[in-house]
RNA sequence: GGCGCUAUCGUCUAGGGGUUAGGACGGGUGGUUCUCAGCCAUCAAACCGGGGUUCGAAUCCCCGUAGCGCUACCA
């Protein structure tokens, strides 16, 4: 039976590199007829846990990366919070000093300091001298006796190597005396990261490993641990790093600030921003950031999009496959196409692959993932009458392409606004109503053309622009870009045809005539 | 400092003793459209360096170099 797990330290976000580990180990489980568990890594019991926790379980939940057992989910082999397994790691520590792979120390953390400075500085490796071991009762209470603290150090073997295999890696040999006798357990009865996890993963039989690359050279101490404690090995596999944009150095969440000077992860980022901002969400740099799965959620990323870019830093099937369905992927997930280098996570690749996959949807698919933007700006109320839902379609198939993310839906938030409250782009009024010297008065033409017009189309009002343009001896440019700004505030924009049919005969005359009140000495030209 | 892992276009990667070194993202140019987006066509762009093995090396081996990781009473 195939049991993979990803084990996320409660830290309030869900970040990038973690979330492709846990998508291996996912489509491993699930490529093998397996079980993927999600166990909490919460030794560090510092902050609320519910609060830090929300954010990656919901994280997970919108990727559509679903766990067999861990949090909400009970199975055989919990409890899935480490903060709750402190018996089990008291039991392995017991066991391991009484099999004598592990001793009560008493050197201070200065004396092991010590020795380690007089190590580099002869340029040896450090072995710690085992100087304040106790491994007797008397020595123990003579050492304490001195007021000394003592920890569980491991003691590891000095001689021979290591050997394992790594399913990506192949053959790995370590030489034993490059080991630390590492701590297990603090002097204040806490036990470590690597015995937790060892322990951990035995007990919840975990037939693979996989995990970052961060961890290849912890495995021989963790083999120690599981050998010592009579466990069989788990088959170990180690991914390579997600590295960040542009780089090789591995992606980390604490460097927002260094990320944004890219180009291009800037841009996503500015991107998701405006999004924010014209949702009126004021959102904290450190996590609303493209390194954070949080940060597509909210801006209207589609899940697939993000598993599917995921997918492909660091693995690939072959020389040209790209697009994979969820079962797709998991059928033709494999250990052995992991690649070993690292991969730098590319965010516009990511945009690319968005594109595809909003563009695969139907028209009112993308209405419905549209729809909450428009609802959390306040421009659309809900449950939507259905006239506005009908706006939104219309809206919607004629953005088109233009809508990449759902949140790109307020771009066009101006079809959904009173007409008094259109916000004009200023560069684009000066540009295209009043600058040309033209331009009020082939608006105001127009504008009587289209109040009787009948029927009201995009079609019959190309038609009677054709016609009036034709008459007035213009060319279409000169009126059909004024148009727009009346029309949308903006200079830039999808079919101004389609526009003006979204809005109907009523609501162009009235946009119209506000820009043109705007154009006329003191009307409204405050600003500019 | 010690130990380890890694190295193909700017990025993600395919290939893996004989290839015009393939694809995708991004970029350039031309075309199309009322703007923008798109779409179509097209172009540029890579085997880290040095030795070896071999008829032949980007591919195998060694040595460098670089990046990263581990070397914690962090995870």
């Known amino acids: 039976m195939v049991r993979t797990r990803f084990a996320p330290s409660p830290t309030g976000y869900l970040h990038i590199g973690g979330v492709r580990t846990a998508l291996f180990n996912w489509l491993f489980a699930r490529r093998h ?20 926790l929300e954010p990656i379980l919901r994280g997970f939940r919108w990727l559509g990366i679903d766990w067999d057992e861990g949090p909400g989910v009970e199975g055989a082999h919990g409890p899935y919070f480490q903060s709750r397994r ?5 039991e392995a520590v017991d066991k391991l000093v009484e099999a004598g792979q592990a001793y009560h120390d008493y050197a201070t953390p200065e004396e092991v300091q010590a020795e380690r400075e007089a190590a580099q500085a002869a340029k040896r490796r450090f072995v710690y001298s085992r100087r304040c071991m106790a491994d007797t009762p008397e020595r123990r209470r003579e050492l304490e006796a001195q007021g000394r603290q003592g920890v569980v150090r491991l003691k590891m073997p000095r ?11 192949g053959e790995m040999a370590f030489e034993w005396a490059a080991e630390q006798d590492h701590v297990i357990q603090r002097a204040d009865g806490s036990c470590l990261y690597h015995l937790a996890s060892v322990v951990d993963d035995h007990h919840m039989a975990i037939s693979h490993v996989i995990r970052a690359e961060e961890h290849l050279s912890n495995t021989p101490r963790q083999i120690f641990i599981a050998r010592g404690l009579g466990y069989d090995l788990p088959a170990y596999a ?8 542009g780089s090789r150095t591995k992606l980390s969440k604490r460097k927002l600030d260094k990320y944004l000077k890219h180009a291009d992860f800037a841009r996503v980022a500015e991107h998701g921003r405006a999004i924010a901002e014209a949702l009126g969400l004021s959102m904290a740099p450190e996590t609303f950031s493209p390194v954070v799965v949080d940060f597509y959620q909210r801006t209207g990323y589609l899940p697939d999009a993000l598993v599917n870019a995921l997918l492909l830093l660091g693995w690939a099937l072959d020389d040209r496959t790209e697009i994979f369905t969820r079962q797709e992927m998991i059928d033709a997930f494999s250990l052995e196409r992991v690649s070993k280098s690292p991969a730098s996570f590319d965010p516009r690749k990511l945009w690319a692959f968005q594109s595809r996959y909003m563009q695969a949807l139907s028209v009112a698919e993308r209405a419905n993932h549209a729809r909450p933007f428009l609802e959390a700006a306040g ?9 506005a839902r009908r706006t939104l379609e219309a809206v919607v198939e004629a953005a088109g392409d233009r809508i990449v993310v759902a949140g790109d839906i307020l771009e066009y938030a101006g079809f959904f606004m009173e007409d008094a409250a259109l916000p004009y782009d200023e560069k684009a009024f000066e540009k295209r109503l009043r600058r040309p010297p033209e331009a009020a008065d082939l608006l105001a033409g127009f504008r009587d053309r289209l109040a009787g017009l009948e029927p009201f189309t995009a079609a019959s009002v190309e038609e009677a622009l054709n016609a009036f343009t034709a008459e007035r001896g213009v060319k279409i440019g000169q009126v059909i870009h004024a148009l727009r700004v009346a029309l949308t505030g903006k200079g830039v924009g999808f079919g101004l045809f389609e526009a003006a049919a979204i809005l109907g005969r009523g609501r162009c005359v009235s946009r119209i005539d506000r820009a043109l009140a705007r154009l006329e000495p003191g009307g409204g030209s405050a600003g500019a």
Not at 159 to 169: H, K, L, P, S, V
């Open 33 to 52: 007829g397996g079980r993927f568990i999600l166990r909490i890594d919460d030794t560090d019991q510092e902050r609320n846990l519910d609060e830090a």
């Open 86 to 90: 402190g018996n089990l790691y008291q």
């Open 159 to 169: 001689d021979g190597a290591c050997r394992f295999t790594d399913a990506i890696r």
């Open 238 to 245: 180690h991914l390579p790093f997600v590295a960040e944009p």
């Open 379 to 387: 421009l659309l109320p809900s449950p939507a009458p259905a006239e």
